[in-house]
C-alpha cells in the first residue's frame, strides 16, 4: 500500500475509540440482558465485532501490526430465535450445490432413462446436458442422487439444511410460485451446512502443528479425538447462535 493511501494516526486513533464504546456498549447489554437470545446483546455484539475488524485493518494499514483477538464472522450467524416455542408446523429448506464433472456419464444416465420410460412420442431430451438434468431429477428423488451423485456425473459442492418455524402450516400452493422468498431467519430453529472449506480448516490445524507425523495417530489429527472415542465424520453442524 502506497503512504498516500494508509490510513492516518488519527483515524488509526478514532478506530480504536470506537472499539472501546463498542466494548463499553456491549457490557452494558450484557448485564441488562432479558433473556438468552436479547436481541440488544445481539446487536451489541454485532457492532462491537465491525468496529473490531475496522481497528484491526486500519492498524494493520497503518502500522503493519494486528490485534491478538479473532473476531467470528457474523455474515452467517442466525439471529435471536422469535419464532413459537411450540410449533405447529415446519418448513425444512434445503439447498444442494453439485458440479457436472463428468457429461457423458450424466448423459448416459439420462438415455437409459429415457429408453425404459419411451412411450413412443419420439422427444430425445437426453441428448443435451439440460434435458439430461430435467430427465434424471424427475425420476429420481434427491435425496437418491445425492446418494447416487457419482453415477450421474456429479460430485457434491457445498450444502446447507434450514429447519424453520411455522405458526401454522401454509395453504396448498400458497407459496409454491417463490418457495424461498419469504424465509424469517429468526424462525430458523437450527441449520446444518456441509461444505469442504471445513475441511480446509481441519487441514489447516493439522498443518499448524509442530509434531512430528510419526508421533501422531493420522486418524486422530484429522478428528482431534482421543483414542477410545468414537470417529465421527467430518459434516459441520452449524446450529443457532453465534
Same mark, same amino acid.
Request: contains cysteine; aromatic residues 6%; proline residues 6%.
Given at each position: 500500500? &502506497?503512504?498516500?493511501?494508509?490510513?492516518? %494516526?488519527?483515524?488509526?486513533?478514532?478506530?480504536?475509540? =470506537?472499539?472501546?464504546?463498542?466494548?463499553?456498549?456491549?457490557?452494558?447489554?450484557?448485564?441488562?440482558?432479558?433473556?438468552?437470545?436479547?436481541?440488544?446483546?445481539?446487536? =451489541?455484539?454485532?457492532?462491537?465485532?465491525?468496529?473490531?475488524?475496522?481497528?484491526?485493518? !486500519?492498524?494493520?494499514?497503518?502500522?503493519?501490526?494486528?490485534?491478538?483477538?479473532?473476531?467470528?464472522?457474523?455474515?452467517?450467524?442466525?439471529?435471536?430465535?422469535?419464532?413459537?416455542?411450540?410449533?405447529?408446523? #415446519?418448513?425444512?429448506?434445503?439447498?444442494?450445490?453439485?458440479?457436472?464433472?463428468?457429461?457423458?456419464?450424466?448423459? %448416459?444416465?439420462?438415455?437409459?432413462?429415457?429408453?425404459?420410460?419411451?412411450?413412443?412420442?419420439?422427444?430425445?431430451?437426453?441428448?443435451?446436458?439440460?434435458?439430461?438434468?430435467?430427465?434424471?431429477?424427475?425420476?429420481?428423488?434427491?435425496?437418491?442422487?445425492?446418494?447416487?451423485?457419482?453415477?450421474?456425473?456429479?460430485?457434491?459442492?457445498? &450444502?446447507? !439444511?434450514?429447519?424453520?418455524? =411455522?405458526?401454522?402450516? %401454509?395453504? =396448498?400452493?400458497?407459496?409454491?410460485?417463490?418457495?424461498?422468498?419469504?424465509?424469517?431467519?429468526?424462525?430458523?430453529?437450527?441449520?446444518?451446512?456441509? &461444505?469442504?472449506?471445513?475441511?480446509?480448516?481441519?487441514?489447516?490445524?493439522?498443518?499448524?502443528?509442530? #509434531? !512430528?507425523?510419526?508421533?501422531?495417530?493420522?486418524?486422530?489429527?484429522?478428528?482431534?479425538?482421543?483414542?477410545?472415542?468414537?470417529?465421527?465424520?467430518?459434516?459441520?453442524?452449524? &446450529?443457532?447462535?453465534?
Amino acid at each position: 500500500m &502506497s503512504d498516500a493511501a494508509q490510513p492516518t %494516526a488519527a483515524e488509526v486513533r478514532a478506530a480504536a475509540e =470506537a472499539v472501546k464504546t463498542a466494548l463499553d456498549r456491549h457490557l452494558a447489554a450484557v448485564e441488562h440482558r432479558s433473556g438468552e437470545d436479547d436481541p440488544d446483546v445481539y446487536e =451489541a455484539f454485532n457492532q462491537l465485532a465491525a468496529a473490531a475488524e475496522v481497528y484491526d485493518e !486500519l492498524l494493520y494499514d497503518r502500522y503493519d501490526e494486528v490485534t491478538p483477538f479473532e473476531i467470528p464472522g457474523t455474515e452467517d450467524a442466525l439471529p435471536p430465535y422469535t419464532g413459537p416455542e411450540e410449533p405447529n408446523a #415446519l418448513s425444512v429448506l434445503i439447498r444442494r450445490d453439485y458440479v457436472v464433472v463428468e457429461p457423458q456419464r450424466l448423459l %448416459a444416465q439420462a438415455q437409459r432413462v429415457e429408453a425404459v420410460d419411451d412411450d413412443g412420442t419420439g422427444a430425445d431430451v437426453s441428448g443435451t446436458v439440460h434435458g439430461a438434468l430435467g430427465l434424471l431429477f424427475g425420476e429420481f428423488e434427491p435425496d437418491e442422487i445425492a446418494s447416487r451423485h457419482k453415477e450421474f456425473g456429479l460430485e457434491e459442492a457445498d &450444502s446447507t !439444511l434450514w429447519v424453520t418455524a =411455522a405458526d401454522e402450516p %401454509a395453504d =396448498a400452493g400458497e407459496w409454491l410460485e417463490a418457495p424461498f422468498d419469504q424465509v424469517d431467519a429468526q424462525r430458523v430453529v437450527c441449520r446444518f451446512d456441509v &461444505s469442504a472449506v471445513f475441511d480446509d480448516e481441519a487441514d489447516d490445524l493439522v498443518e499448524d502443528d509442530d #509434531l !512430528l507425523e510419526d508421533e501422531l495417530d493420522p486418524e486422530l489429527v484429522v478428528t482431534g479425538l482421543d483414542e477410545d472415542e468414537d470417529l465421527e465424520p467430518l459434516d459441520v453442524d452449524r &446450529s443457532r447462535g453465534r
